[in-house]
């Protein structure tokens, strides 16, 4: 359990203590005491950009942070694509494509590495606490969002499973026939030749449909070599909700697996413990909200 700044130099002056973790500071004694340990709750406010953390016990906060997650990863791996068929193209052009090898196909429960590198970040960041202190129960709040709801409010039943590309073979067949076939480049254009373009590049934006406009070739060339300036902007992106929906129950079943004692709230419950406490909107609160302890009061020690 925590102790004050001035116990602890006491201890370790004495050869009572030794020192485990310098960020943040931690000691260990070296003999067994018997003192009993309190009962300590850890909330965890899982995200797709940042973690809350909160340790507490009935009447103070031990342990608070908020944890930046990684977002480059999408971006690495598109280079290393570019890379590796750029590779391939230079010293096996005539190699037959091969499709039966992805890992995808071999291994059951597959995530992609953008949300595998995440949940592993959630899950490193309890275990660190749970290295660090007592903690007897571990509560996971995750949100779960209906991206269809966000885009049409009035959707309902059947109409779940009729999306906007329904009837149609693929994306660029959607996109042309969201815009008539028609060059959405310049105003009038009545170019014959269309191409799909990506508003923001694929490595940033992907193949989403808001993300693509119609444009002719000629259009299409002259953007790419500077002569011509669209003011067109990407649709609302939907990729922190998809990957909440996504990780929600694959990061909880993974600590179940882990820990004996683990619960789960919902960001209701959360919104409505921090107003009646009067506490200020952030990761590391929420995450003292979760824990069950929110008018616990920050400690001073060290």
């Given at each position: ?50 973690i809350g953390l ?240 929110p008018a616990s ?6």
């Open positions: 359990m925590p102790t004050t700044p001035r116990r602890a130099r006491l201890l370790l002056k004495q050869g009572k203590a030794k020192v485990i973790t310098r960020t943040p500071f931690v000691i260990q004694l070296t003999t067994a005491t018997g003192e009993a340990k309190q009962s300590i709750a850890l909330g965890v406010d899982a995200g797709s950009k940042k909160s340790a507490t016990t009935e009447k103070e906060e031990l342990y608070a942070a908020e944890v930046l997650l990684r977002t480059d990863i999408t971006k690495n791996l598109s280079s290393r694509r570019e890379y590796r068929r750029a590779r391939r193209n230079r010293k096996t052009r005539y190699r037959q494509p091969r499709f039966l090898n992805r890992v995808r196909r071999k291994k059951k429960g597959w995530l992609a590495p953008s949300i595998e590198s995440k949940i592993h970040t959630h899950l490193k960041a309890v275990a660190d606490i749970h290295g660090l202190l007592p903690v007897t129960k571990t509560v996971v709040e995750t949100a779960a969002f209906d991206i269809q709801k966000i885009k049409n409010t009035s959707i309902t039943g059947v109409e779940y499973q009729q999306g906007d590309q329904l009837d149609f073979w693929n994306v660029r067949e959607y996109v042309l026939f969201r815009d008539g076939h028609q060059c959405q480049g310049r105003k009038g254009c009545k170019g014959r030749i269309l191409n799909v373009h990506h508003i923001e590049s694929r490595k940033t934006g992907g193949d989403a449909p808001n993300n693509l406009i119609t444009l002719c070739e000629g259009c299409h060339n002259a953007y790419h070599a500077g002569k011509l300036k669209l003011n067109h902007k990407r649709g609302q992106s939907f990729r922190d909700a998809a990957f909440m929906g996504i990780m929600r129950w694959a990061f909880y079943n993974r600590l179940k697996d882990i820990y004996t004692s683990v619960g789960f709230t919902y960001g209701y419950l959360t919104k409505n413990t921090r107003i009646r406490a009067g506490l200020i909107k952030g990761h590391a609160v929420d995450a003292r909200c979760i824990s069950g302890s009061a920050p400690s001073d020690n060290d």
